[in-house]
């Protein structure tokens, strides 16, 4: 983690194949991440779409892999058309590769938002479109939101 964090990736790789061959070992979820990273800045992208694929992440794990993921298929696709993607392009790489369930909790978001959260709130706001500071509270801390968020107006026309 420490060479991950410093940035040297070269050094990293190096490392990774100088451990011993025990499964214990090489299944264990640090060095599977740092096998990933390793594996997006060398451009083995084969190797690290195996190795987010057919692993179960922790949650805490799973944005830095979703970055892996997005960014690995976004250089695919750029060298395939020979330009930078754009934000439909990018859009359409996403729906043509999922994430897969190993690096992410199957539920979609819309606008920024979890659809469990979002139901909440659409559910909230259609008993009590005007809630005290304390129910906001109690509604930000059931959602996993902020108060901020709860509290949008924009929230509550698309919830």
């Known amino acids: 983690q420490v060479l991950q964090q410093a940035g040297n990736i070269e050094r ?5 194949w100088s451990l011993p061959q ?3 070992l090489q299944l264990n979820e640090s060095v599977l991440k740092a ?11 084969k190797e ?30 750029e060298k395939l058309r020979g330009r930078p993607l754009g934000a439909v392009g990018k859009y359409r790489v996403r729906r043509k ?3 897969p369930r190993t690096i992410w909790d199957g539920e979609e ?3 920024c938002f979890k659809e469990k959260s979002r139901s909440v709130l659409r559910d909230w706001y259609t008993h009590n479109p005007y809630p005290s500071p304390r129910e906001k509270r ?6 996993g939101l902020t108060t901020t968020q709860v ?7 698309n919830a």
């Open 48 to 77: 690290l779409y195996r190795l987010l694929e057919h692993h179960q992440y922790a949650p805490h794990n799973h944005a830095k892999l979703q970055a892996l993921w997005l960014k690995a298929h976004y250089v695919e696709a």
């Open 35 to 45: 096998k990933a990273v390793v594996a997006f800045h060398r451009g083995n992208f």
């Open 22 to 24: 025990c499964d214990k």
């Open 97 to 99: 590769f999922p994430l």
């Open 109 to 111: 978001t819309s606008y």
């Open 12 to 16: 990293l790789g190096r490392f990774l």
């Open 151 to 157: 509290r949008a107006p924009t929230l509550r026309k």
């Open 138 to 143: 109690e509604l930000a801390e059931a959602t």
